[in-house]
Antibody, heavy 125, light 107 residues
Framework: QVQLVQSGAEVKKPGASVKVSCKAS????????ISWLRQAPGQGLEWMGW????????DYEHKFQGRVTMTTDTSTSTAYMELRSLRSDDTAVYYC??????????????????WGQGTLVTVSS | DIQMTQSPSSLSASVGDRVTITCRAS??????LAWFQQKPGKAPKSLIY???NLQSGVPSKFSGSGSGTDFILTIRSLQPEDFATYYC?????????FGQGTRLEIK
């Protein structure tokens, strides 16, 4: 079955960087995109961006542009999300999701299917 | 950005009840609407995509409807495992956005 296994919890100081991994199995990695999201303590879900596992194209949420980089390694079926210049309000659980797709009368759509277990990133001095 | 507004923010119900959660988009999103369930300390679980299509393994007690700007999640015959927080999400255009969540509590 499809599994997304994320790397373990991280504690970082303000100004540092963090790189979270998401190892996929159970499907052909290059057939599905990956989205990254985060959830601050007690808060809702916030989309950070998307990467095509096929060609590496990305689309980042405006507020993260310049601080985030999403990449994939097709040889290991792993996606990565690096966030730089960390601040205390970046403290959150970070999730990767596998996207599936369909076509309808309005075109091509990608939707979230499976989720990783989450990675807690704590930013504290 | 498309704003997603869920109502109610919280809801108390009893085992066996039927409940509905509504989600309104600030502009038309066709049927590009998904629903997720999240339990405390756990990753969200995908329930529904394209407004009304159940994800694999999701029981038919969950159903979705709507189109354009107004959408509904219905859960019938509530069981203890259904008490959780539910989120709607639009994926019609980037940035993908979520409702603020509806916390379903046991009465």
């Amino acid at each position: 079955q499809v599994q997304l296994v994320q790397s373990g919890a991280e504690v970082k100081k303000p100004g540092a960087s963090v790189k979270v991994s998401c190892k996929a199995s159970g499907y052909i990695f290059t057939n599905s995109g990956i989205s990254w999201l985060r959830q601050a303590p007690g808060q809702g879900l916030e989309w950070m961006g998307w990467i095509s596992s096929y060609n590496g194209n990305t689309d980042y949420e405006h507020k993260f542009q310049g601080r985030v980089t999403m990449t994939t390694d097709t040889s290991t079926s792993t996606a990565y999300m690096e966030l730089r210049s960390l601040r205390s309000d970046d403290t959150a659980v970070y999730y990767c999701t596998r996207l599936n797709h369909y076509y309808d009368s309005s075109g091509y759509h990608e939707y979230f299917q499976q989720w990783g277990q989450g990675t807690l990133v704590t930013v504290s001095s | 950005d498309i704003q997603m507004t869920q109502s109610p923010s919280s809801l108390s119900a009893s085992v066996g009840d039927r409940v509905t959660i509504t989600c309104r988009a600030s502009q038309g999103i066709g049927n590009s609407l998904a629903w997720f369930q999240q339990k405390p300390g756990k990753a969200p679980k995908s329930l529904i995509y394209a407004t009304s299509n159940l994800q694999s393994g999701v029981p038919s007690k969950f159903s979705g409807s709507g189109s354009g700007t107004d959408f509904i999640l219905t859960i019938r015959s509530l069981q203890p495992e259904d008490f959780a927080t539910y989120y709607c999400q639009q994926y019609d255009s980037y940035p993908i956005t979520f409702g603020q969540g509806t916390r379903l509590e046991i009465k």
